[in-house]
């Protein structure tokens, strides 16, 4: 298995794409949709992460609880796959969710039902160790 995460919609405050948890084949087994800041230089808790493949494994965070922590991104530390809804929730990380709204009616999309989605992915993942994560 190996996550995809295809960005398609960067915008001023945030950027929009699709999670795609795949078979080593490429068949799509599920997908939601994310949520990251723009892209502003790989700055810590501003910026989201440089496009390429990583390692990610499973991790237990005292803050968002059972999350995915994608590994060995240059200059950056604790990148995590979490739930929460809104870019403010963010700072550096990866939110994804089952649906798209603007929520908190602030002009910008939102993820929804992130904790449903976060459990599913981590349902998917419940016999693997660690799993490979690229971004487009």
Same mark, same amino acid.
């Given at each position: 298995?190996?996550?995809?995460?295809? &960005?398609?919609?960067?915008?001023?405050?945030?950027?929009?794409?699709?999670?795609?948890?795949? &078979?080593?084949?490429?068949?799509?087994?599920?997908?939601?949709?994310?949520?990251?800041?723009?892209?502003?230089? $790989?700055? &810590?808790?501003?910026?989201?992460?440089?496009?390429?493949?990583?390692?990610?494994?499973?991790? $237990?965070?005292?803050?968002?609880?059972?999350?995915?922590?994608?590994?060995?991104?240059?200059? &950056?530390?604790? +990148?995590?796959?979490?739930? %929460?809804?809104?870019?403010?929730? +963010?700072?550096?990380? @990866?939110?994804? %969710?089952? %649906?798209?709204?603007?929520?908190?009616?602030?002009?910008?999309?939102?993820?929804?039902?992130?904790?449903?989605? +976060?459990?599913?992915?981590?349902?998917?993942?419940?016999?693997?160790?660690? +799993?490979?994560?690229? @971004?487009?």
């Amino acid at each position: 298995m190996r996550i995809l995460i295809d &960005r398609y919609s960067p915008e001023e405050k945030q950027t929009i794409g699709k999670f795609y948890l795949l &078979r080593d084949n490429g068949s799509v087994i599920d997908e939601w949709h994310c949520l990251e800041l723009p892209w502003l230089d $790989n700055q &810590r808790n501003i910026s989201c992460i440089p496009k390429g493949v990583y390692k990610a494994k499973k991790h $237990n965070s005292p803050k968002f609880g059972e999350s995915l922590w994608i590994q060995d991104v240059p200059d &950056r530390s604790e +990148i995590l796959v979490h739930k %929460g809804n809104f870019y403010t929730d +963010i700072l550096g990380c @990866i939110l994804i %969710g089952i %649906g798209l709204s603007d929520i908190n009616k602030d002009g910008f999309v939102d993820v929804t039902r992130s904790a449903d989605a +976060i459990n599913l992915l981590l349902l998917h993942l419940k016999d693997v160790d660690g +799993i490979m994560v690229e @971004i487009k």
